[in-house]
């Protein structure tokens, strides 16, 4: 998962349950798949329509705007991992950035679509396999980063919604020093600064 200097939010082709992975487009996909995902998405505000027209302008001027060796701003993916209650969420410390953050990173070949990017990444740096990602996105949240992570200067983040029951045990990855479940109401010191409101915006539209 990517570290914020500074962010800008506010707050994929589906048929899956989330359990086994997005349905791929093939070999080279990423790309297309991210452009169809971000046309097909109804944002929830005018400053999510503006940074989904953003992304996709990105992607328009840059073929390679989905991968880490592209250019410095590129896209990435990340999953807000909720217990089923939607009174918890599993958060990992971030080795690199040293904060608390929800997992997520780059694209990878072999991931189909910016769902696949999310859901892989939070299975890995949670370690728990039994996740059910929502297919659409939930938020868009573009964010500069720290001199830390080399050339990567600004991630076009897509952030999905994954639930998984409470009592699942996390286990911490080599990107972190620590996972664990955190309540909502009680989030931990060092939290990166703009999750908190966006933590709350998407457990307000699960608990309605």
């Known amino acids: 998962m990517s570290a914020a200097a500074g962010r800008d939010g506010g707050g994929g082709p589906g048929g ?22 971000l046309r097909a998405w109804s944002a929830p505000t005018p400053r999510q329509e503006e940074l989904r027209r953003a992304y996709l302008e990105h992607l328009a ?7 880490r060796g592209g250019p410095p701003e590129h ?11 939607v009174r918890h969420v599993l958060l990992t410390l971030h080795r690199k950035g040293g904060f608390w953050v929800q997992p997520g990173g780059h694209c990878e070949p072999g991931d ?3 769902a696949g990017t999310a859901l892989r990444e939070a299975r890995e740096e949670c370690g728990i396999a039994d996740l059910r990602l929502e ?19 600004r991630h ?7 639930t998984c029951p409470r ?3 996390p286990a911490v990855s080599t990107e972190s020093l620590d996972v664990a479940w955190w309540p909502l109401d009680a989030l931990p010191a060092g939290i990166v600064p703009d999750l908190p409101d966006r933590l709350a915006e998407l457990a307000a539209a699960r608990r309605g």
């Open 75 to 85: 896209l990435t993916a990340s999953c807000v991992v909720l217990d089923e209650r």
């Open 16 to 37: 899956h349950d989330g359990r086994d992975g997005p349905r791929a487009l093939g070999p080279g996909g990423e790309h297309a798949a991210a452009v169809a995902v």
């Open 135 to 153: 297919p659409e996105p939930a938020q868009l949240d573009r964010h500069d980063l720290t001199a830390a992570f080399g050339r990567c200067r």
């Open 61 to 67: 001027a840059h073929a390679d705007g989905v991968w």
């Open 156 to 162: 076009l983040d897509v952030t999905y919604v994954a």
């Open 167 to 169: 009592d699942a045990a």
């Open 112 to 114: 189909g679509s910016p």
